[in-house]
């Protein structure tokens, strides 16, 4: 609402000894503006719909008669992806012993070319019947988070129906700890 003041007194005389009246400004009574903008905000506030959390979808395994079958897969099957830090991805098939650990412990990259791990998953994969097929996922304590989502996000890429996320056994830590530091003295 605007407001004039005109409490200045009557009419206007001219003449030497009269003096002028001031020339008032309006005033602007901003309440009704505050009201507004509250209600207005209040209105956002309800009709906004708040943002649902995202998660990954689990599929647990079936329940099976021995304890000690439920968590097997075929050797000829798995694919062990070892996480190292400085997006260092290490990789074997099987399992690994002392005696096949040289030739069988490889190294990849997070690239999609042909030294990445995207390549070596797919290879794997054309190779193993879908039932056998599993991608286990082992990172050490120095790799990023970053790099376990982009490994997670590659089992989704390549359609990969069955992975785990698994601790690194000391063996396979140290096996990597050398590697990478003999990667790092070339």
Known sequence: MAEMDTSSGGGHKKGP??????????????????????????FFIFT?????????????????DKPEDQNKAK??????????KDNHVFY?????DNSNASSKFKSANFGNGEDGIRNVILQKKLTTPDKDFVVVIKPNEECTYKNVVDILDEMSINM???YALVDISEVENQLVKV???????K
């Open 17 to 42: 000894g009269v003096k002028k009246g001031k020339k008032l400004s309006t005033r602007v009574d901003l309440t009704p503006m505050v009201d507004l903008g509250f209600l207005l905000i209040t």
């Open 48 to 64: 906004t719909t708040m943002s649902q959390p995202t998660a990954f979808k689990l599929f647990l395994p079936k329940d099976a």
């Open 75 to 84: 050797e000829s099957g798995a694919l062990t992806i070892l996480l190292g």
């Open 92 to 96: 074997y098939e099987g399992i690994l």
């Open 160 to 162: 990969v129906k069955k």
């Open 179 to 185: 590697t990478e530091a003999a990667s790092a003295s």
